[in-house]
């Protein structure tokens, strides 16, 4: 059974820094794309804020770039999102997202709340 879970979320001031880890468990083939979404407010759509792919290319929204920093582990089916200078318009759940190589299967995880307030 496949399983994605999101950590490291939480209560942070204004200017500061989060680092959020995602970890994935009984995927059998290899890992295409790993990313990061964000849903700011119920009802609104997730949006993008960062994707990896398997050779480390990477995109970011243009409200993180900069401040955001996308990392992965292969070796650990890991995903990470470095987040610094936080505003309190990056308040939201973060979600990571999968994409498998060979079936292109897309698993989400639950989420992790992030707080950005003084």
């Known amino acids: 059974q496949v399983q994605v879970v999101e950590s490291g979320g939480g209560l942070v001031q204004p200017g500061g820094s989060l680092r959020l880890s995602c970890a994935a468990s009984?995927?059998?083939?290899?890992?295409?794309?790993m990313a990061w979404y964000r849903r700011q407010a119920p009802g609104k759509s997730r949006e993008l804020v960062a994707?990896?792919?398997?050779?480390?290319?990477?995109i970011y929204s243009d409200s993180v770039k900069g401040r955001f920093t996308i990392s992965r582990d292969n070796t650990k089916n890991m995903v990470y999102l470095q987040m610094n200078s936080l505003k309190p318009e990056d308040t939201a759940v973060y979600y990571c997202?999968?994409?498998?190589?060979?079936?292109?299967?897309?698993?989400w995880g639950q989420g992790t709340q992030v707080i950005v307030s003084s």
């Open positions: 997202n999968l994409q498998t190589s060979q079936t292109y299967q897309s698993y």
């Open positions: 009984g995927i059998t083939e290899s890992i295409k794309k």
């Open positions: 994707f990896i792919g398997d050779v480390g290319g990477t």
